[in-house]
């Protein structure tokens, strides 16, 4: 018998050291990301809902600095374009 996979809980983690505040994220995921007054992404806290998980692997890839993570909860990294 095939039980269905469950979606893995993933979090957003931001490196703001790399982050050049582009904004691109935003764009691509304003379910989850603002920005704040110099362009720098806020993210809401909390685990990225199934619905919304392929714009957050969107965001992730389109990051030009490669600052945008797409984490499992357990804190293992799920996506990161290289």
Do not use: F, K
Not at 14 to 19: K, P
Not at 30 to 44: A, S
């Amino acid at each position: 018998m095939n039980l269905p996979l469950r979606h893995a809980e993933q979090i957003l983690q931001i490196n703001r050291i790399q982050c050049h505040g582009h904004g691109m994220c935003a764009e691509l995921l304003p379910e989850r990301i603002t920005l704040d007054e110099w362009g720098y992404p806020i993210i809401e806290p909390g685990a990225v809902p199934a619905e919304v998980a392929t714009h957050a692997r969107a965001a992730v890839a389109a990051c030009p600095t490669l600052a945008l993570r797409l984490m499992r909860a357990s804190g293992r990294t799920e996506h990161r374009r290289s």
